[in-house]
């Protein structure tokens, strides 16, 4: 049967840019409708008045699994830091699994 009210949270695999290739994180994520997704994105900002993505990234992240340290706002800043093309990788997982939802095989 389906839900008119989603889960609150969704796991999506997450692949990050290393030098190595490519790590694949685990991410829970909170679920957004489409007001609150709206309101997400107008937050975020241009330019100078861009919010910080840590910041950014952590409003949608509840949590992972598959790194070495537990998740919290510290830890997330180290990897976006670390590997400087994972914030576009988070956000795209997040956005590609929120609005296109698993696909069956």
Known sequence: ??????????????????VDGEGKITFEFKHKGR??????????GEGENAREDADALGELIAGWSGVDEKYSPEALATLLDAYPGASRAIF?????ALLEGRSKN
């Open 35 to 44: 007001k609150a997704l709206k309101s997400y994105i107008d937050s975020l």
């Open 1 to 18: 049967m389906f839900k008119l009210q989603p889960n609150p949270t969704f796991k999506a695999e997450v692949a990050i840019p290393t």
């Open 92 to 96: 795209e997982a997040y956005n590609r």
